[in-house]
């Protein structure tokens, strides 16, 4: 069975490890980061101007993202949602928003900022963007250069993780057993060059990593891994966990 390496946080590895059993996949799983709520004010001062009805358009970047905002809020938060436009970045965004009670009235066909920017435009509209701390600057540029007043609130912060089983997954990727390595952000990458330069292997594992497959999520990501000296062979055109394993699948 070919072996795969998944690089999630770890409240993720689970499922991603029972997709890529349904594939007739092995999942190497190891997180390489994790998200932290953002607790500065940001959230606070976002409810409040929902309140005052100073809030046009909501963009919700990820589930993630949603998980936090709602852990922060009282019920109230779900009714003053519904009342005004809110744009899921993906299929997944969009379910988990459906799930707890509130109504994404767009997403775009291709799930990515770009796609955003790409697909939707609000001039004269008061736009809020929730995200983390990683966030692609491409949406808050996109949205403004299309008219829109945007607010971003920063819900998570994105941290890498630096401790032994990260290690040791290192020492797996050098060992030559693991089949295709994947990432789903330009953080999940740049965390484990992070952590291989620092046991003072950088080179030796982009060589083992250029030697399989690689499967990324989003242009960011790619271009990440190939300015790094990585080569990239699939990603996908559905900005999903899922279609990137599809993808990947087809070239092992």
């Known amino acids: 069975m070919m072996r795969v390496a998944v690089t999630r946080p770890a409240r993720l590895l689970p499922a991603a490890a029972e997709y890529l059993r349904s594939k ?4 190497v799983p190891v997180p390489m980061m994790e998200m932290v709520p953002r607790n500065d004010g940001g959230v606070d001062a976002f409810v409040e101007r929902l309140s005052a009805g100073q809030v046009d358009v909501v963009v919700l970047t990820s589930q993630n993202g949603l998980r936090f905002l709602l852990e922060r809020g009282d019920k109230s938060l779900i009714e003053l949602l519904n009342k005004v436009e809110v744009l899921a970045i993906g299929p997944k965004t969009k ?3 459906e799930e707890r009670g509130i109504k994404p009235k767009s997403m775009p066909s291709t799930y990515s900022s770009e796609g955003i920017v790409k697909e939707f ?3 004269g509209k008061r736009v809020e963007v929730l995200r983390s701390d990683h966030g692609n600057p491409v949406l808050i540029k996109g949205l403004e ?6 607010t971003e609130t920063i819900l998570y912060d994105i941290v890498p993780l630096n401790g032994k089983e990260q290690e040791g997954f290192v020492r ?3 060992s030559g057993r693991i089949d295709a390595f994947t990432f789903t952000s330009t953080m999940t990458a740049k965390s484990l060059l992070l952590k291989a330069e620092s046991m003072g292997v950088l080179n030796e594992l982009k060589m083992a990593i250029n030697a399989k497959k690689v499967a990324v999520i989003g242009n960011p990501t790619a271009e990440f891994l190939k300015n790094s000296g990585i080569r990239v062979d699939v990603v996908p055109d559905r900005f999903t966990f899922e279609d990137m394993i599809d993808a990947l699948a087809k070239v092992l």
């Open 121 to 123: 435009s609000f001039p």
């Open 24 to 27: 007739g996949l092995e999942a």
């Open 145 to 150: 250069d299309g008219g829109a007043i945007v």
């Open 172 to 174: 797996e990727a050098l």
């Open 95 to 97: 379910k988990a928003l």
